[in-house]
């Protein structure tokens, strides 16, 4: 287990290089760059202000220079400053992962519990009319594009009756305080935990049915144990394994964020961040924001394999 | 079965809970707004680097001069009057007397020579000149002659310096002097400690979410009667107009479909102007097929514009015959080809020019646009020409990818997008070999239109009312050569709260800056 | 968790079983049409696919025809689910919309899960350095910022429908990889399997015929998810330029339409078709999947 540990870590170290490499050059064939963001199509702009932008971004240096100024950047800490806005990109990132880590937090913390009872539940009641309309539900929940959601939301629950903010994460006339922030955290939350309630729950009610058929299930309930025992003394512990995958699958979203989510609750996360990056060809946000994603995304399924051992036994590392 | 209700109660009761604990706290004074949603909106820019953005810069910083309330005509701020020498190589500026700036410092022309420094400094690469339009070539010297006079010489004659000046917002030099122009974009100056001499001063800023303004009680038109003044930020425009629903704001941006539902309903107040853009599709002319009159002309007999304004986009938006979003840069309507709805023309001309109509050619047409608006009108448009024999094929681009490609000429065969035309801001680059960083160096569009060409180089030099006659001459010729598809002006929306008092808003390119009285808006009563 | 130890799969299957695969065939099919669910779903699946292939047959408007005069209008006996905003008729657009989105939900799906499934249950069953070679590639497609690979492929790709399959495909196989090797890596050490080995099959056969197949209910609920998640991205594409090209419909992009807010409150009939028929979509591929399952699994009395 240890040496295992051990491997895995070194080999993250040339796997790590790989991405960051793979991505500086993926940004760099994308057509477009940081010119072509400060030369807005709407207004009069002479080529005269170009060259100089791009002389102070660096651009003029070949590429594999400008990655390996970056990397030696990043071993010394510094992350850099943002093209678009000259905002440092480390407080930028701290600031927007911070927000996103409420938000995704929560709507995965929400997803998790709801998704797996609602799992077990209707796993136990196969074909039955609560696993027809959960079910459905569920499929609902996934079909509805977020922003639709998110708008239907605000509209109920915001504009007719008035009982969370309508964006936004503080309010701007007073200091937050913990009751602000969870009023503004409501509605985004839930309309993100769709996804994760919906996902949580099909694969729990697969894993399930796929154990409770097995022989020593039925061997248990031949002793006469109660269902309640059997359920999660025999049945739910057999299908964690696709749980725990999915749970590890889920963990980058934490720093990833969530587009749609954000942009329609006005919320600053990192999803929104991302796609202003983006479009101003913001090469050292970008290459910040995938450095912080590449190591939750190493992470995690270095984790969630370490996870797999503990939930099975029979899963050995050597 | 027992478990899962007594599980549900409590949340419910949580859920129910909420609202009540804490309620939404109304101070009358204040006006919170979203005033950097839409496209004259950019949240969180300073000055010098202010694509967009310009309402709010000027509730905190103000220009020499500015546009008055609908951008017609311009409008003294810190200065109060100004003039040229007779070949306009020299203005001279008068200042406001008595003008103090946010922390008490009296202004003076030094804050003015200070200002046009920085923006015009290669080290803090600003786009301040390439968006106003003057280089470092033209302007020689700027200098105070007295600490209420500022002379500008230039190298080259400039009859619209003024104009030019609009985007020079005066930064204070006693707070800034230290400053490394190096250091300018990165400064957190402006989001901490702004000092200004506008009518609102700063109060708190927080990234992505608010901008905070307090009263300038020294205003030199007089104290704001607002007690404050809140900018929103919003990642997108139906989240401020639900939020102005919800009450929390009282002001934003709306577009045309949106805004038409505000008309009507006592409870607010829509304003509306010209957005000074015009729409109009390009053709690449390096496609020999566009170098030919004739297939252009077929082009605007084919679309249906009037149709289109008037149906599809409801009025939000008219037809131009030219470049040039205001009617007094047309000429007469009768020296106009007005290209009125005629398919049959079309199919002749392009019949003329050599188009087989038994096999339709396959045109991708290439936009940055991604509002409803233009892809309702794309979608009209496609249709129109469709039955010229011309299947269009609209494709959407981000911004960096669409300017790659545009402006090097190549990998594009026509475009679908906007400039903006004013009096003052005539995109005379746009014509001009060289004017705009084309591959070939040839103007945008590849063709050369030699007359026009001479047309522009009179109008660069020449003052009013010479300068009002070569544009209209200028779109003369462009409506008659069909030098480009001309489509439409939109117009766009802004719609507040009836509660607001004296508010005053105008759709201007960029958010101005124009003249809307910030000092007499009120909120309540 | 003492029980963790017997058999949870398949028993093993003997000659006899093989002889009688035909006759097993049958009953897996006796099994699967007396699920309802499962058969309505099936119809379903077939109504939707007959009616978006022959969509000429069933639509009085091409869907590219605009009508200035009946713009924005409610649904009538004239256009069945109203008009949109330039005047083309929602009904046929919504089934010419569906050839684009069937095509590329399930087109993309079958390639992120054949790639995931292949690659998932070889590193599941070998372990060792291949296990440790295709994850770490997962690791790295998993980084990889998608935006920023469909803008450059935007640039790059012509634009067709099998472009956007393939891209959705090779960008979201990741989950199915991490997901079949999981279940692969516990089910291979189970008794029946290494009793398999024991009586010399070949690895192919072990993998195919009795990893897998416990595999599938884990796998009908990524593709139900995959398919939907496809329909979904295709609209972002053409947010970048790369989605199908206008005027084209597809389910994304007639959904797409009500981040417009005039839309959303005003011409419901815009919007709400295309999300019903994604639903009933992605909702009838779960329950086939769910049927087909259950018939497959020997353990299973109906």
């Known amino acids: 287990m240890q040496k295992y540990l051990l491997r895995r870590l070194l080999i993250s170290i040339p796997v790590f290089f790989a991405i960051t490499a793979i991505i500086f050059a993926l940004i760099e064939i994308a057509p477009g760059d940081i010119t072509d963001y400060f030369i807005r199509p709407e207004l009069n702009m002479t080529d005269e202000a170009e060259e100089a932008i791009r002389a102070r971004f660096g651009l003029d240096q070949p590429p594999v220079v400008r990655y390996f100024n970056w990397m030696l950047n990043v071993f010394q800490g510094d992350l850099g400053y943002r093209f678009t806005n000259g905002q440092p990109v480390a407080a930028t990132i701290n600031q927007r992962l911070s927000a996103t880590v409420l938000l995704a937090g929560t709507a995965l913390a929400i997803g998790a519990v709801i998704g797996v009872s609602l799992g077990i539940f209707t796993a136990l009641r196969q074909y039955s009319l609560w696993d027809f309309s959960l079910t459905s539900l569920s499929f609902l929940g996934i079909s509805i594009p977020s922003f639709v959601a998110g708008i239907i939301f605000l509209y109920v629950f915001s504009i007719q009756l008035g009982w969370f903010p309508s964006g936004g994460m503080r309010p701007v006339d007073q200091e937050p305080t913990l009751l602000t922030t969870i009023r503004h955290l409501v509605l985004p939350a839930c309309v993100l935990s769709l996804a994760p309630i919906a996902n949580f729950m099909r694969y729990t009610r697969f894993a399930m049915l796929e154990v409770i058929r097995a022989d020593y299930v039925r061997t248990a309930r031949g002793k006469g144990m109660t269902e309640r025992r059997i359920t999660w003394g025999h049945s739910f512990p057999n299908a964690l394994l696709p749980v725990i995958t999915l749970l590890g699958l889920s963990l980058p979203t934490l720093v990833v964020g969530a587009v749609f989510t954000e942009t329609i609750f006005s919320w600053p996360g990192m999803g929104t961040l991302y796609l202003e990056a983006v479009n101003g060809r913001d090469v050292p946000l970008l290459m910040g924001m995938n450095l912080v994603i590449a190591l939750v995304v190493l992470t995690a399924n270095l984790l969630t394999d370490l996870a797999y051992a503990l939930a099975d036994p029979r899963i050995r590392y050597d | 079965m027992n478990r899962w209700k007594k599980l549900l109660i409590p949340c419910l009761m949580l859920v129910l809970l909420l609202p009540v604990m804490s309620g939404v706290a109304q101070d009358s004074g204040v006006l919170i707004g979203a005033f950097d949603v839409g496209p004259g909106g950019a949240p969180a820019v300073i000055p010098y680097m202010d694509t967009a953005g310009r309402t709010w810069l000027s509730k905190i910083w103000s220009p020499l001069v500015s546009w008055n309330a609908d951008i017609s005509a311009l409008e003294p701020q810190l200065a109060t009057e100004w003039s040229a020498n007779e070949d306009y190589t020299v203005w001279t500026f008068k200042l406001r007397e008595g003008v103090l700036w946010h922390d008490g410092e009296a202004f003076t022309a030094d804050d003015v020579v200070f200002s046009l420094n920085l923006a015009m400094n290669p080290d803090a690469a600003t786009s301040f000149p390439g968006f106003s339009q003057l280089s470092r070539d033209t302007v020689a010297e700027v200098r105070a002659v007295d600490d209420l006079t500022v002379e500008f010489a230039l190298n080259s004659p400039n009859p619209r310096l003024p104009f030019n000046l609009i985007l020079l917002w005066i930064l204070p030099e006693h707070a800034l002097a230290d400053l490394n122009p190096a250091d300018y974009q990165n400064s957190d100056w402006f989001f901490t400690e702004a000092v200004g001499t506008g009518p609102f001063m700063h109060k708190e800023f927080v990234r992505d979410q608010f901008w905070a303004l307090d009263p300038n009680p020294n205003y030199w038109r007089g104290a704001p009667r607002l007690s404050g003044l809140i900018n929103r930020y919003f990642a997108d425009e139906t989240s401020a107009i639900l939020a102005l629903e919800a009450g929390e704001i009282q002001f934003t941006y709306a577009s045309g479909d949106v805004a038409l539902g505000f008309e009507g309903n006592a409870a607010y107040n829509v304003f509306s102007g010209p957005s000074g853009v015009t729409n109009y599709m390009i053709f690449n002319e390096r496609d020999e097929r566009f170098a030919d009159v004739r297939v252009r002309q077929a082009i605007m007999y084919a679309i249906d514009r009037q149709a289109i304004t008037e149906t599809i986009l409801q009025g939000t938006a008219q037809v131009v015959p030219c470049i040039g979003a205001f009617p007094a840069m047309y000429p007469a309507a009768e020296e106009l080809n007005d290209y009125a709805y005629d398919p049959e023309m079309a199919r002749q001309l392009l019949a003329e020019a050599g188009f087989d109509p038994s096999t339709p050619v396959d045109i991708e047409v290439v936009t940055y646009y991604d509002s409803q608006f233009h892809a309702d009108a794309l979608a009209a448009i496609q249709a129109f020409l469709s039955e010229v024999g011309i299947n269009v094929i609209p494709i959407r681009q981000d911004v960096p990818t669409y300017n790659s490609y545009f402006y090097t000429g190549e990998g594009w065969t026509i475009s679908y997008r906007g400039v903006a035309a004013g009096f003052a801001n005539f995109p005379f680059p746009f014509y001009e070999a060289g004017g705009q960083p084309t591959t070939d160096g040839a103007p945008l569009s590849g063709g050369t239109y030699q007359e026009m060409l001479d047309l522009i180089a009179q109008a660069r030099v020449a003052a009013d009312p010479e300068y009002t006659g070569l544009v209209q001459d200028i779109c003369r010729f462009q409506n008659q050569n069909a030098t480009e598809g001309y489509m439409w002006t939109a117009i766009r929306f802004g719609v507040a709260s009836s509660g607001l008092q004296d508010f005053y808003w105008f759709p201007a390119p960029a958010g101005g800056p124009y003249d809307d009285r910030a000092e007499l808006w009120s909120v309540g009563g | ?302």
């Open chain 3, 1 to 302: 968790m003492t029980n963790q130890t017997l058999s949870a799969a398949a028993p093993i299957p003997t000659l006899q079983q093989a002889q009688t695969a035909k006759a097993d065939k049958n009953r897996v099919l006796r099994r699967f049409l007396r699920n309802w669910p499962a058969v309505i779903s099936l119809s379903l699946v077939v109504i939707i696919v007959t009616m978006t292939i022959g969509a000429p047959l069933f639509q009085r408007y091409e869907y590219e025809q605009i009508d200035l005069r009946a713009r924005a209008a409610l649904p009538s006996a004239e256009h069945w689910l109203g008009t949109d905003r330039v005047g083309r008729d929602v009904w046929s657009r919504l089934l010419n919309g569906g050839q684009v989105s069937l095509v590329v939900g399930f087109g993309a799906t079958l390639v992120s899960t054949l790639i995931g499934t292949v690659l998932g249950a070889l590193a599941g069953y070998y372990r060792g350095w291949v296990d440790m070679v295709i994850m770490r590639i997962t690791d790295i497609f998993m980084t990889f910022p998608s935006i920023i690979i469909m803008l450059t492929l935007a640039a790059m790709l012509p634009r067709s429908v099998w472009t956007i399959v393939f891209i959705i495909g090779l960008l979201s196989w990741t989950g199915t990889a991490r997901m079949v090797r999981s279940q692969v890596m516990s089910i291979r050490e189970l008794d029946y399997v290494l009793a398999c080995r024991a009586l010399g099959y070949t690895d192919v056969r072990i993998i195919t015929r009795h990893i897998l197949p416990n595999v599938f209910g884990s796998l009908v609920a990524l593709v139900t998810f995959a398919i939907g998640s496809a329909i979904l991205t295709e609209a972002g594409l053409s947010f970048l330029g790369l989605g199908v090209p206008p005027p084209m419909p597809s389910w994304g992009n007639m959904l797409e339409a009500a981040r417009n807010l005039d839309i959303l409150r005003n011409l419901p009939w815009m919007w709400i078709p295309p999300a019903i028929m994604l639903v009933l979509t992605v909702l009838a591929v779960n329950f086939v999947g769910d049927g087909i399952r259950d018939a497959v699994d020997p353990r299973m009395v109906l």
